[in-house]
């Protein structure tokens, strides 16, 4: 199956910004689309980006006009670019795929997505 495996987490001031990134390997054929979730203490995760394979991208009101979503398949890599983090903006970042292509689900359900990374922590202060 497809393994997924992210940095680039890290603390930073509000206001700064910051670029996941998210390697990819195995049998990546199957993935339908990817996406980058999070979750803060005591919350639901949260979808934040996504995008499929023909490119497509979509982001969460919450980040809207701050992250950009980006993949290079040439590098096997999915990228998220923060920018104007605010303390709101910490949680646990994961990287997520969906090699089953049900769409079942929308874009920013957990459900959708049955390969997770281990995740990220990124702190804004």
């Known amino acids: 199956d497809v393994q997924l495996v992210e940095s680039g987490g890290g603390s930073v001031q509000a206001g700064g910004s910051l670029r996941l990134s998210c390697a990819f390997s195995?049998?990546?054929?199957?993935?339908?689309?990817m996406a980058w979730f999070r979750q803060a203490p005591g919350k639901e995760r949260e979808g934040v980006a996504f995008?499929?394979?023909?490119?497509?991208?979509a982001v969460a009101d919450s980040v809207k006009g701050r992250f950009t979503i980006s993949k290079d398949d040439a590098k096997y890599t999915l990228y998220l670019q923060m920018n104007n983090l605010t303390p709101e903006d910490t949680a646990i970042y994961y990287c997520?795929?969906?090699?089953?292509?049900?769409?079942?689900?929308?874009?920013?359900?957990?459900?959708?997505?049955?390969?997770w990374g281990q995740g990220t922590q990124v702190t804004v202060s």
């Open positions: 995008v499929d394979g023909t490119g497509n991208t």
């Open positions: 997520v795929a969906d090699t089953r292509g049900t769409r079942l689900h929308t874009w920013d359900s957990p459900s959708r997505y049955n390969i």
């Open positions: 195995g049998n990546t054929r199957n993935t339908h689309c």
